[in-house]
């Protein structure tokens, strides 16, 4: 699909996945595009699910983001990096754990 013919159909609501006010407020200044499309897509899989934790095939991230697999994965290494995201490989989908006050 061509960028330009794609448009926004609009929001449904409520549909919603709740995002922590941290995002806003703390993180934004310190990620780069790709970094928060994919904290975005994690945040969707784990706190949309009403978890902190969620198996995600790396073929998925790349989908709903649209990048390309070596940005993608140098941005999962710099939130993990970062400590916004814990990663624990598995075998065919890797589990990303958002970095909770409190936990880990």
Not at 74 to 95: M, S, T, Y
């Amino acid at each position: 699909m061509h960028e330009r013919n794609w448009h926004f159909a609009g929001f449904c609501l409520p549909n919603c996945t709740m995002v922590p006010d941290e995002l806003f407020d703390e993180l934004l200044p310190h990620l780069s595009g790709p970094e928060l499309k994919l904290l975005l897509c994690i945040m969707r899989r784990t706190l949309g699910c009403k978890t902190d934790a969620a198996a995600i095939p790396f073929a998925e991230l790349l989908q709903a983001t649209g990048l390309a697999r070596s940005t993608a994965a140098a941005a999962l290494r710099a939130l993990a990096r970062k400590r916004i995201v814990f990663i624990e490989q598995a075998p065919g989908a890797n589990i990303y754990r958002l970095h909770i006050a409190g936990g880990s």
